[in-house]
C-alpha cells in the first residue's frame, strides 16, 4: 500500500476501549482530526452490557461491572448523561468459623452497622475502628483524587496535600498488612479491607513489591463503588455519542497489526488499511503495543508479562438464595458486595496455595445483585418473577493456574470452586435458584484470564494492563507526555488505556490523561 493510500488524521488511536472513546471525545472537540480502530464489531472493551443466554430478556455487564474511579470533571467536560447508583448497604461478610453471623455495613444506618458489629463479635469497638480507618482514608482521597485528572503531582506535593504522614508512609512504604493490623483488631474485618488491594491483583497483606498498597490506594481514592445504570454498556454507549457527535471517526472491525514510531498504523478488515497520525494513542496494554512495534519493524524491550487474578461469574437467579444467618435478608446481604472466606488470614493462605499451584480452598469471592439497585437490566416479565441478576468476583486465581489448561475445562473448575465458596454461607444450593433458557440451559456462565486474553486481547487476563503505578511523578517531569504520565519509550506513541499510570478501572482517567498530553504536543 503506498502512502498515497493512507488516511491521514492528527491522532489515530488503537483501541475502541472506553479509555480511548474518552480521548477521542475530549480531542475532537478541541478541534483535532481523530479516528478510533476497533478490533472488534462494538467499541467497548471490557465495559460492555450483553445477553449471554438465549432467549432470556436480561442485559449483564460481562465483564467490568461497577463504576468508582469516573471523576465527575470528565463526566461534565463531555456532557455525559449517565446515572451512577449508590448501593444501600456497603457490605455483608459472614463469619467463616460460623456463617450463621455477620458484619452488615449499612451506609444509611450506623447503629445497624453497630448493631452487626456487636452481634458478630461481642462488643462494638471494631466497629468504631473500621469507621475511623475509613474516615482517615477518606481524607486521604479528597487529596488525591481531584489531582487525578491534573499533571501529575510528586510525591512529595501529595503527601503534603494528604496532611498525614504517618498514614502516607504506612501506606507507601509499608506492605498493607501492617496499617491493617495497627487499624483493626478483628481478622474478618482486616480482611473486608484488604480485599480492596486485592482486585485483579495477586499479593499477599505482607508482599514486599507494595502491588496490594497500589491496588488498594486505586479503589480508596475514588470513593463508593456505584452501580451504572443500564449497565456498563449504558457508560460506554455515552462515550461512544459523546466521542461521535464531537467529530471523532470510529471504526470497528478494524484488526490492527503493527505501529512504527512514526505514526503509521496498518491494519486489516475485508482488506488491508493504512492510517497515519501526527500522534498514534494506544489504547491497549503495553505487551500488546510491544508485540505491534515489533511487527511494525520496530526493536522494543518486552515489557513485564501482565498476569491477571481473577474469575467473574454470571449469574440469572429466579429469586435470592437464603442464607445461614437468618438475621440478614438476602436482599441486604447481596445488594452490597457480599464477602465469602476473605477473612485477612483466608486471604494470606490462599495467596500462598496459589503460589504454590493450586487452587484455593476455599476460594475468596465477593457477590453483588445489580438488579436490586438498577432492575431495569432486566426485562418486565423477569421483573414482576422476582428474577435477579448475581455477580461473582473470585480472588487469588492467578492466570499461570489455568494458562495452559483447556478453556472450557478451567473455566467449569474454576466455576465449581467458586460455587463451592459460596455456598458455604447459604442456607440452600445455589443451583436450585439458577434460572435456565428456554433451552434449558442454567443461566450461569464463567469468565476467566483466559477468557479475557482471547476475546478482549488482554494479555494474561489482566484488568490492568499491567502493574499498577503510583499516580504521581518520581521527580520533576518537563516532556508533555511524561507530565501526564502516558509517556512510551517513542514520542509520538501515548498510553490512553488502563497501562497509563494512572490507569486502571473504569475511569477513563488514562483516556483524558493522553488526550492532554496530546493536545500540548500538537499546539507546540
Known sequence: MSLADTTRYDVVIVGGGHNALVAAAYLARAGRSVVVLERLDAVGGAAVSERPWRGVDARVSRYSYLVSLLPPRI????????????????????????????????????????????????????????????????????????????PLPTADELRERVGDDELWTALTERPLGDLLRSSLETDLVRGVALTDGLIGTFAASDDPSLAQNRCFLYHVVGGDWNVPVGGMGAVTAELERAAREAGAEILTGVDVISVTPDGEVHGVTDRPVSFRGALVLSGVGPAVLADLLTAGGTSVGAPPEPEGSQIKVNMLLSRLPRLKDAAVSAEAAFSGTLHVNESLTQLDSAFIAATGGMLPDPLPVEVYCHSLTDPSILGPELRESGAQTLTLFGLHVPHRLIADEDPVAAGARLLAAAQHSLESVLDEPLRDCIMRTPEGTLCIEAKTTSDLERALNLTGGDIFHGGLSWPWSEGRATRPAARWGVETAHARILLCGSGARRGGAVSGIGGQNAAMAALEILGE
Open 75 to 150: 463526566v461534565a467536560d463531555l456532557g455525559l448523561r449517565i446515572d451512577l447508583r449508590r448501593r444501600r448497604y456497603s457490605s455483608y461478610t459472614p463469619d467463616p468459623a460460623d456463617p450463621s453471623r455477620g458484619v452488615l455495613i449499612d451506609t444509611r444506618d450506623a447503629a445497624a452497622t453497630e448493631d452487626s458489629f456487636t452481634r458478630t463479635f461481642g462488643d462494638a469497638d471494631e466497629a468504631a475502628r473500621y469507621r475511623a480507618f475509613n474516615e482517615r482514608l477518606a481524607k486521604l482521597a479528597r487529596a488525591v483524587f481531584p489531582t487525578m485528572t491534573e
